[in-house]
């Protein structure tokens, strides 16, 4: 198993530009989720989804597009780039999100700079 | 909302010696779980230990340990015999038990010296 990817592992944008960011996972995981680290604030929820076709917003959604067309993949649309959006996003995943199952994995992360 | 607090942004320990990290949450539920991530210089996130908040027992997982203090909404991280492999960041993390959501607190950078 590869476990949970991301591509690619570092972008720079302009500001206005537009970029997906990618996910994708083959543990068969039900629960997808991004997160944006930023220096002192520890890593915040940007959007989840806990199955195809489900998303839903997390702590700091503005800015962010996300769709779960299938269970593998759940990619992150950043729609017009502002330099508040750099930082390092991870892509994470479970099987589930109750007792043992909520387990997540995380992805190597992507290292975005806008300048 | 549920918060997470670790108040040590950076802790240093001597090879071969133990170190504690702290970390306070504040919610008004009584079912969560609560973990501890590190994140190497790689940048990767790796589970180090979890602890569910119904069982009074204290989770150990090897040189790992925490001290689980329901009342107080405490919970603090022991590593023991550190190694140079432990330096990293550390982030405590809460997940209500009806919720999906984990939050994470701010982290701590943990310098191993030889």
């Known amino acids: 198993n590869a476990g949970v990817t991301q591509t690619p592992k570092f972008q720079v944008l302009k500001t206005g530009q537009s970029m997906t960011l990618q996910c994708a996972q083959d543990?068969?995981?039900?629960?997808m989720s991004w997160y944006r680290q930023d220096p002192g604030m520890g890593l915040r929820l940007i959007h989840y989804s806990v199955g195809a076709g489900i998303t839903d917003q997390g702590e700091v959604p503005n800015g962010y597009n996300v769709s779960r067309s299938t269970t593998e993949d759940f990619p992150l649309r950043l729609l017009s780039a502002a330099p508040s959006q750099t930082s390092v996003y991870f892509c994470?995943?479970?099987?589930?999100?109750?007792?043992?199952?909520?387990?997540?994995?995380f992805g190597p992360g992507t290292r975005l700079t806008v300048l | 909302a549920q918060t997470v607090t670790q108040s040590q942004p950076e802790m240093s320990v001597q090879e071969a010696e133990t170190v504690t990290l702290s970390c306070t949450y504040d919610?008004?539920?009584?079912?969560?779980?609560l973990f501890w991530y590190k994140q190497p210089p790689s940048r990767q996130m790796i589970l180090v230990i979890r602890?569910?908040?119904?069982?009074?027992q204290n989770a150990t997982e090897n040189r790992f340990s925490v001290n689980f203090q329901k009342a107080a909404k405490s919970f603090s991280l022991k590593i023991s015999d550190s190694q140079l492999g432990d330096a990293a960041m550390y982030f405590c993390a809460y997940r209500s038990a009806y919720g999906n959501k984990l939050v994470f607190g701010a982290g701590t950078i943990l310098r191993v010296k030889s």
């Open positions: 543990m068969n995981h039900e629960y």
């Open positions: 602890q569910e908040a119904y069982k009074q």
């Open positions: 994470a995943s479970s099987y589930g999100w109750t007792g043992l199952t909520d387990t997540q994995y």
């Open positions: 919610t008004s539920e009584s079912d969560y779980y």
